[in-house]
């Protein structure tokens, strides 16, 4: 007799009008969950991931998301240690601010810092890069040090300046990349990851990942 089959994991992708949920849909779907585009909050709240796609300007985003009602999404399902994952502008409207042309615009504030624009000769950072992966990183687990992955940017966190002071809390843990300098490429917190770069555009490396992540739910 065949042992059961794994139930597949429910991920919803959040859309609120700034992402490329499509793209994301297939890859999630390849790394094995049961996907799902919507920005029904019972959905959204009861899915064992949610994943939160951005492109675009950082206002911008954090407008639609609001009107979607993903701030109060995302911090409730923190707040009950569901797991949430941002991508590209998903991951920086984690941060408590974003500067765009000399404008300030309020982040959600889930993490301390700015978004700035890169201090590189060129912008936008377009292409292929690798990761310094944190140590004892689960989202790049499996991957080689020279992994690549695929980045479409012109701002990023260059400073995490969030500490843990309590030794029965997990330190976050930081992967970096550079682009002229060295900006925080991904982030594992607790329930709440989130990458710089497009995975669901980063082939086989960014399949592995998605599927790391899926692994946790």
Known sequence: MSAPSKKQKKVVVFDYGFGNVRSAERALARAGADVEITRDYDKAMNADGLLVPGVGAFASCMKGLREARGDWIVDRRLSGGRPVMGICVGMQILFARGIEHGVESEGLDEWPGSVEPLQAEIVPHMGWNTVEAAPGSQLFA??????RFYFVHSYAVHDWSLQTH??????PKVTWSTHGKPFVAAVENGALWATQF???????AGAQLLTNWIGTL
Do not use: C, R, T, Y
Not at 142 to 147: E, S
Not at 198 to 204: A, I, L, N, Y
């Open 166 to 171: 309590n030794p029965a809390m997990e330190a």
């Open 198 to 204: 497009h995975p669901e555009k980063s082939g086989d």
């Open 142 to 147: 499996g991957l080689d040090a020279d992994a």
